[in-house]
């Protein structure tokens, strides 16, 4: 697939750290046709284990072997109210409520960038939320940017707590999630995090989305075999950046309904393709991501507590290294 039909590489930096490794890259289409060599290569050169730290400078997430982790996911932008059932906007004092949650349930090893707080300003939601983290825990962070602009200013703030750059290189207390976009597509943003991450030796966690049956095959193997070479590619890009920076193999993947246009992320079938392609990345030796412990359910009921519960179950037996 890396090389027919190719991967879309919309950012120009990575197309040129990608042609003069070897790559046959067409400018005007932005499509790379990335030999297995390169791929190979960049496989070499990615650590199969490194920690995240919390506060305190303590080892506390291991990302590689088998270890089992949880985070609370990520990005939600609408809040249920469980006395009405209503939904309303996510806001700050939304997101300080999860952060205290999570801070004091021992079952999560880490937090997140939960959801995007639309009472500030778009430009800053990235920012905002990692800020309101790193105030209100101690905890390792999964998080990520929304530009190619942020991520250098969510670097440096991460870098302010850890007292230097280096520090931060060597102590790194969050993991940013990069998304291709379905189907093999690197985008100008999502390459361009790549390349800074990479350059700033702070982990990345490709987050590849193959929706089987809509912008991925509708097998499962099809959608896992997609997942692999977007994940492969970005891999690539990641390591010309700067070999040996640390990377992990994720994902939120999904099935597609067509008959309502959703997502079913608390469906078996997502369960299967996300244990597939954690297979994938343990066969390569490197660490593993995937978003699991979702619900189809609209309120709290049985079937959240079953579809969220197995999802989570499934993701451990399948020694996925943090389940967001």
């Known amino acids: 697939l890396m090389i027919k039909p190719g991967i879309k590489v919309q950012n120009a930096e990575a197309r040129k750290l990608l042609a003069e490794a070897g790559s046959q890259v067409d400018e005007e289409s932005m499509i790379v046709r990335i030999p297995e060599q390169i791929v190979l290569k960049a496989l070499e050169t990615v650590p199969h284990e490194f ?3 919390d506060y305190d400078g303590n080892p506390t997430v291991q990302y590689g072997g088998d270890a089992v982790q949880f985070d609370p996911g990520s990005s939600g932008i609408s809040i249920l109210i469980p ?3 209503e939904h309303k906007t996510a806001e700050t004092a939304d997101l300080i409520r999860i952060i205290k949650v999570a801070e004091s349930l021992p079952q999560y090893d880490a937090q997140s960038t ?16 990692l800020y309101l983290v790193m105030l209100y825990s101690k905890k390792p962070i999964v998080t990520g940017a929304f530009t190619n602009k942020t991520v250098h200013q969510m670097i440096d703030m991460l870098a302010i707590f850890a007292g230097s750059h280096e520090n931060l290189r060597n102590y790194p207390r969050a993991v940013f999630d990069a998304c291709p976009s379905p189907p093999l597509i690197w985008s100008n943003f999502g390459a361009g995090n790549l390349i800074s991450l990479a350059r700033a030796g702070v982990p990345a966690e490709i987050v590849s989305m193959p929706l089987a049956g809509a912008a ?3 097998t499962l193997l099809g959608a896992v075999t997609q997942h692999a070479a ?14 040996g920076s640390p990377i992990v193999w994720g994902g939120a993947p999904s099935t597609f309904d067509m008959r ?5 992320f608390g469906s078996v079938e997502t369960a ?3 244990s597939s392609y954690a297979q994938v990345g343990k066969s390569l030796g490197l660490p593993t991501h995937a978003y699991l412990g979702s619900t189809e359910s609209k309120v709290l009921d049985m079937q959240a507590g079953l579809e969220s519960g197995m999802g989570a179950m499934i993701g451990a037996l399948s020694g996925i290294n943090m389940i967001s």
Do not use: N, W
Request: with cysteine; glycine share 6%.
């Open 216 to 218: 991925a095959p509708v």
């Open 114 to 129: 939960a959801i995007v707080c639309h009472d500030v300003p778009k430009d800053i939601h990235d920012l905002y939320r």
């Open 272 to 274: 299967m393709i996300d």
């Open 230 to 243: 977007e994940c492969l590619s970005g891999i690539a890009i990641h390591q010309l950046a700067h070999a």
């Open 51 to 53: 920690f995240l730290y």
């Open 83 to 85: 006395e009405t059932l």
């Open 260 to 264: 309502k246009g959703g997502t079913p």
